[in-house]
Protein backbone atom coordinates (compact mmCIF):
# COMPACT_ATOMS: atom_id res chain seq x y z
CA UNK A 1 0.00 0.00 0.00
CA UNK A 2 1.38 3.89 -1.25
CA UNK A 3 1.72 5.89 1.85
CA UNK A 4 -1.00 8.17 0.86
CA UNK A 5 -3.55 4.96 0.99
CA UNK A 6 -2.08 3.96 4.18
CA UNK A 7 -2.58 7.63 5.30
CA UNK A 8 -6.07 7.40 4.60
CA UNK A 9 -6.56 3.98 5.57
CA UNK A 10 -5.40 4.69 9.33
CA UNK A 11 -7.65 8.01 9.13
CA UNK A 12 -10.41 6.32 8.17
CA UNK A 13 -9.88 3.07 10.62
CA UNK A 14 -9.35 5.90 13.70
CA UNK A 15 -12.72 7.16 12.02
CA UNK A 16 -14.62 3.61 12.54
CA UNK A 17 -13.10 2.36 15.84
CA UNK A 18 -14.69 5.26 17.37
CA UNK A 19 -18.49 3.92 16.42
CA UNK A 20 -19.22 6.53 13.54
CA UNK A 21 -20.39 5.20 10.14
CA UNK A 22 -18.83 6.20 6.54
CA UNK A 23 -20.06 7.05 3.38
CA UNK A 24 -17.93 7.31 -0.08
CA UNK A 25 -19.38 11.18 -0.02
CA UNK A 26 -18.82 11.78 3.90
CA UNK A 27 -14.73 10.07 2.97
CA UNK A 28 -14.36 12.44 0.10
CA UNK A 29 -15.02 15.69 2.38
CA UNK A 30 -13.48 14.60 5.56
CA UNK A 31 -10.13 12.85 4.06
CA UNK A 32 -9.93 13.68 1.26
CA UNK A 33 -10.48 10.30 -0.48
CA UNK A 34 -12.44 9.31 -3.00
CA UNK A 35 -11.67 5.35 -3.01
CA UNK A 36 -13.08 4.37 -0.14
CA UNK A 37 -13.99 1.11 -0.91
CA UNK A 38 -10.26 0.67 -2.10
CA UNK A 39 -9.32 1.59 1.53
CA UNK A 40 -11.77 -0.54 3.11
CA UNK A 41 -10.97 -3.61 1.01
CA UNK A 42 -6.80 -2.84 2.54
CA UNK A 43 -8.14 -2.60 5.91
CA UNK A 44 -9.91 -5.65 5.96
CA UNK A 45 -6.85 -7.47 4.17
CA UNK A 46 -5.00 -6.49 6.90
CA UNK A 47 -7.49 -7.77 9.34
CA UNK A 48 -9.50 -5.33 10.72
CA UNK A 49 -13.14 -6.27 10.47
CA UNK A 50 -15.42 -4.14 8.76
CA UNK A 51 -19.12 -4.34 8.39
CA UNK A 52 -20.88 -2.74 4.88
CA UNK A 53 -24.50 -1.92 4.69
CA UNK A 54 -26.35 -0.09 1.61
CA UNK A 55 -27.98 2.63 2.07
CA UNK A 56 -30.76 4.88 0.38
CA UNK A 57 -29.29 8.63 0.25
CA UNK A 58 -31.91 11.25 -0.24
CA UNK A 59 -31.30 11.36 -4.21
CA UNK A 60 -33.06 7.97 -3.63
CA UNK A 61 -29.58 6.45 -4.85
CA UNK A 62 -27.63 3.42 -3.24
CA UNK A 63 -24.40 3.63 -1.52
CA UNK A 64 -22.35 1.72 0.69
CA UNK A 65 -21.99 2.85 4.33
CA UNK A 66 -19.58 1.20 6.46
CA UNK A 67 -19.01 0.52 10.04
CA UNK A 68 -17.08 -1.59 13.04
CA UNK A 69 -18.68 -3.67 15.00
Not at 5 to 23: D, E, F, V, W
Request: aromatic share 8%; charged share 30%.
Amino acid sequence: MKHSNKSQAMKILKYLAKGRKLTPRQTSKLFDCDRLGARIFELRKEGWIIHTDMIKTKSGKHVAQYYMP
